[in-house]
């Protein structure tokens, strides 16, 4: 079975939005591991129906090498992000992984992805799931 991983921190509310969509949508289609950067995001993504869950660095840099997709905020890819809760081994695991990653626009940094409109959440989740994750699971 395939596996997706969603990363997340803080709150997990970015985790557990992206995973109930996901299962509404795919179902048990493929594994769901929620990595979160603290228990307490792990723990919300885990009450979203994610199959498996694990926090922090270690977990992170660890599982990532095993699992076919990436699902998170852009955060997930740079260093100290998420109030320094992205350690730089996180980032560099992150974006140096081999798995498709599927990069939400979201971020609390000083960071401007030029030509981007705002949009909410729920938009960027829905995008994610008809533009791109679609293909990505009908090729698994």
């Known amino acids: 079975m395939k596996r ?11 985790g557990s939005t992206i995973i109930k969509k996901l299962k509404e949508c795919f179902g048990e289609k493929f594994e769901i591991i929620a990595l979160g950067t603290n228990a307490i995001a792990t723990s919300q993504m885990l009450k979203a129906r994610a199959n498996r869950g694990a ?3 270690n977990a992170i840099v660890h599982t990532i090498k095993k699992v ?4 998170g905020p852009i955060g997930i890819i740079l260093a100290n992000a998420m109030m320094g809760e992205i350690t ?3 980032a560099e695991a992150v974006a ?10 979201l971020t609390q940094e000083n960071i ?10 729920p938009h960027f989740i829905e ?13 698994l």
């Open 55 to 57: 926090s922090g660095e």
């Open 127 to 139: 995008s994610l799931i008809q533009e791109n994750l679609k293909d990505f699971v009908a090729s």
């Open 68 to 71: 076919d997709a990436i699902i």
């Open 88 to 90: 730089p081994k996180i």
């Open 4 to 14: 997706i991983c969603v990363i997340d921190g803080q709150g997990g509310g970015i």
């Open 96 to 105: 140096s992984s081999s798995a498709k990653k599927f990069l939400i626009p």
């Open 112 to 121: 401007v992805i030029v030509g981007l409109s705002s949009i909410p959440l």
